[in-house]
């Protein structure tokens, strides 16, 4: 996979395009070096030595490489973690961990109180994009802070078949190239789901290439790296999350600025992704972070010294939050790379760089003082803690879009046994078992929970029974994977067994929400309404911050027939989760069921705002304003749809229709709905009733009755052979309009 952040000043881009100076920014030097841009480039999951520049023979990296040659390349960078959210909330703010707060995927955030690098520039006067293909880098959690624009997975969701399936490579580029002529400022993080170790592709053509091209090379900083690496099977780990080896940590480090870093030059001395922010500012001459634990790189890459002296931190938190395995963590200095774990280990990764021989028991004396200055550093850290984590369990959508992305995407102790109080030092001596001990089990949960999202069924039915073989315990690993393999059964309908499994799940941890919650949608799809209600409630008890709870409990309430109460729990899902998109359609319908239609359109308008781009939100929107009489508004709003998006088939359908049928005489207009509709022909064809339908009224204002008639006779044919008979007699009721000579009109 591969993710991108990029950070341009408009002014000197502007300029490049022939744009004018459209912010008044000067195109003279700036700090150490030259320049009026700042990219960084972040790859997701590629280890330093997936690249050519770095000695690979057999993946063709050549714009890369390119790079490397025209800057400085760090041969010895590492990251501080394993973990997507981890690494660049890392690379974002050059704080560790444990500062930060930001510990893992979808269970943690990065706090407000954090101070990220996008918020330096953007106070001094820079703007500020991004664009985010993955799921795991969603604005929710945080890493949004300081960028004028944030398009992530949240906002192209509307464009998605699947809301958790990360955005090609190729469409995020095109986003971005698309601001770019927009005369937009740009920054794009991307990601796509093709590896590091695919030969197929020159990883980081896109952008580096079309910062050559549009002319602005000479004058920006590229700083390109990776947020981690993976293991490929190294040390019993086939991907990454779970280790702290190299393999995982040790990423590529490139800078390149003509004229104000050395072309060519490498570096073999210690550096950390947590040095990236502090070398931007000290490139532009902006006063250092002062909460960084990073240090500028800018003295090695100038060659006014050989070697800063830098140990680098790295951790996993994943084992522990996962499997209640213990965490493991890491510190790398002077060619040594000491492991805290309950069994530490100890490498010489300068003679040493695959950590194949374990030097703990050799060294004890060195074991003990690499101890001791990885406590001191992290009780020493400005604002250490967890205030980061994010309340409750994780919900359905993001565990399973977790686990699509390989990811275990589960909380192994739904009830937290760490106390809220526990401070980052009440962690650090390990009391859980050995994740290395474990590999097998983490192995075997990881391939079940991935294939479970991916509806691999058999292989993930297979998958959890293995691991309960490895794992015969009666803690939260064993009662997560009978949970699961419940779920796996239920889906493929052995429902009998199914809720048997759901049944020793919950006698094992009776106190897990997501137990509740997916045995009694399991209730529920078996016609046992009363009992999932149950279940349901039972969740929120423990936890009343679940939102998909809320929304469970509401679509139970209503088979019941409580429309009420199921209201109530739909707003509070929404409440708790705005962007929770699949509650709006649920909730409008159900007060529309209750005639509530002037509260509909202020649900759409919230979903609005929720999400700009939620094009059917704003198609909803109008119909609601139609049903309150509010012609103006609702074209209006359809207007806003397409100027957003102008290719919006749906959007075009609705003002095509709005136009052409309109009761308001000054609300009509034939030609314009007739263009909208023959617009759509290449995307419906003769096929679709609803678009028939609509360039038949479209062609009735216009005047032109025959060619009306004969498209609403094919609509209705179309519905009538689906089985929707009432709405095929509406539309032969128009042809009968159409056939007079009389054009249709909705009636207020």
């Not at 705002?609 to 709003?637: K, M, N, S, T, Y």
Request: include cysteine.
């Amino acid at each position: 996979m591969m993710s991108r952040i990029v950070i341009v000043r408009r002014g000197a881009l502007a300029a490049a395009l022939g744009l004018g100076a459209l912010t008044g920014c000067s195109s003279k030097a700036t700090g150490r070096g030259v320049g009026d841009n700042v990219i960084v480039v972040s790859m997701d999951t590629t280890r330093a030595d997936a690249l050519g520049c770095y000695g690979n023979a057999t993946i063709r990296t050549p714009n890369i490489d390119r790079l490397a040659r025209r800057g400085t390349l760090f041969r010895q960078c590492t990251s501080t973690a394993p973990i997507t959210l981890t690494a660049h909330s890392s690379l974002l703010t050059g704080t560790d961990p444990y500062v930060h707060g930001a510990r893992d995927n979808g269970r943690y955030r990065l706090s407000p109180e954090n101070v990220t690098l996008a918020e330096i520039l953007a106070r001094d006067g820079w703007s500020t994009a991004a664009f985010v293909g993955g799921i795991v880098l969603d604005r929710e959690y945080g890493l949004d802070q300081g960028f004028d624009l944030y398009d992530d997975v949240s906002s192209s969701r509307r464009r998605d078949a699947s809301p958790s399936a990360p955005t090609p490579l190729d469409q995020v580029q095109s986003r971005l190239m698309s601001q770019l002529f927009q005369r937009k400022p740009i920054a794009a993080l991307v990601e796509d789901t093709q590896g590091d170790q695919s030969p197929r592709r020159s990883l980081g053509a896109g952008d580096l290439i079309m910062v050559r091209e549009i002319g602005v090379e000479s004058r920006t900083l590229v700083t390109l790296t990776a947020d981690h690496g993976e293991s490929r099977g190294q040390h019993g780990e086939e991907t990454h999350s779970y280790t702290v080896y190299d393999c995982v940590l040790r990423v590529p480090l490139v800078v390149s600025a003509p004229g104000g870093i050395p072309a060519g030059r490498e570096v073999d001395a210690q550096v950390r992704s947590i040095d990236v922010v502090p070398t931007i500012l000290d490139f532009l001459a902006l006063p250092p972070k002062p909460d960084a634990q990073g240090t500028s790189l800018l003295p090695l890459a100038l060659g006014e010294t050989p070697d800063l002296g830098l140990a680098a931190y790295g951790e996993t938190l994943c084992p522990f939050e996962q499997f209640r395995y213990s965490p493991v963590r890491c510190l790398r200095v002077g060619g040594w790379k000491y492991v805290h774990a309950p069994r530490p280990e100890l490498y010489h990764v300068s003679d040493d760089p695959d950590e194949l021989r374990d030097l703990a028991a050799q060294f004890p004396d060195r074991v003990l003082a690499m101890q001791r200055e990885l406590r001191a550093r992290i009780a020493a850290a400005p604002h250490a803690g967890q205030s980061g984590r994010l309340a409750g369990p994780m919900d359905e959508e993001k565990r399973k879009a977790l686990a699509a992305l390989g990811y275990v995407g589960d909380d192994a102790g739904a009830t937290n046994d760490v106390p809220a109080t526990a401070s980052e030092m009440d962690l650090f001596d390990p009391k859980c078992a050995d994740p290395k001990d474990h590999m097998p089990e983490i192995k075997s949960l990881q391939l079940a929970m991935t294939a479970l999202a991916r509806g691999q069924l058999s292989v993930a039915e297979a998958a959890f029974r293995k691991t309960l073989e490895l794992d015969p315990t009666e803690g939260s690993r064993y009662a997560m994977c009978h949970e699961n393999l419940a779920l796996v059964l239920a889906s493929a309908g052995k429902t009998d067994e199914a809720i048997e499994h759901y049944r020793t799940s919950l006698a094992a941890n009776p106190q897990s929400p997501t137990a509740h919650v997916n045995y009694g949608t399991t209730l529920s799809k078996l016609g046992r309404t009363d009992e999932a209600i149950e279940h349901f409630r039972a969740a929120l008890v423990l936890n009343p911050a679940y939102a998909t709870a809320h929304n469970d409990l509401a679509r139970a309430l209503l088979q019941a027939g409580h429309s009420d109460e199921a209201v109530l729990h739909y707003r509070e899902a929404l409440r708790l989760r705005p962007t929770y998109f699949e509650v709006y359609p649920r909730l409008a319908t159900a007060l529309r069921a209750k005639h509530q239609l002037d509260e509909v359109a202020g649900l759409w308008e919230a979903a609005l705002r929720a999400d700009p781009d939620f094009q059917q939100a704003r198609q909803e929107l109008a119909v609601a304003l139609i049903d309150e009489h509010q012609h103006g508004r609702a074209e209006q709003v359809l207007r806003d749809g397409l100027a957003r998006s102008p290719d919006d088939a749906g959007v075009k359908l609705a003002l095509a229709r709005l136009l052409a049928t309109s009761p308001r005489a000054e609300d009509r207009n034939a030609a314009e709905a007739v263009r909208l509709a023959e617009s759509l022909a290449g995307v419906a064809g003769d096929r679709d009733p609803r678009y028939l339908d609509t360039l038949a009224a479209a062609y009735a204002e216009s005047g032109r009755f025959s060619d009306a008639a004969r498209l609403a006779r094919r609509a209705a044919d179309l519905l009538a052979a689906q089985g929707q008979a009432p709405l095929a007699n509406d539309i032969r009721a128009r042809v009968a309009l159409y056939e007079a000579g009389r054009p249709y009109h909705e009636t207020d």
